[in-house]
């Protein structure tokens, strides 16, 4: 875990090194592929494991549980954080 959070964090430092409008523009179109490459082969590694093949039924219910609830979080939390924008731009 450690050795994913500092991989993030050398890509934020060089990324605000080389903070250049064309290699920005050339990150943004090299990202999505690497993006779908990635998804692409953690599909095949779920594909290739049994134990998550014959529970899928029960992630799945458990997956959508966890995505609704962070959805509403989120929601509740945007519009909280929107309606005490509002009310400090009001008081300015």
């Given amino acids: 875990m450690i050795k994913l959070i500092l991989t993030m ?28 490459i990635l998804l692409f ?15 899928f039924s029960s992630l799945g219910m458990q997956a959508f549980i966890i995505t609704m609830g962070a959805v509403a979080g989120a929601s509740v939390g945007g519009f909280l954080v929107y309606k005490l924008l509002l009310k400090y731009k009001k008081i300015r």
């Fill in 9 to 36: 964090l050398a890509g934020i430092i060089i990324g605000k090194i080389i903070s250049h409008k064309k290699t920005t523009t050339l990150f943004s179109k090299i990202i999505f592929p690497i993006v779908l």
């Fill in 41 to 55: 082969f953690m599909g095949v590694a779920i594909g290739d494991n049994e134990v998550i093949l014959n529970s």
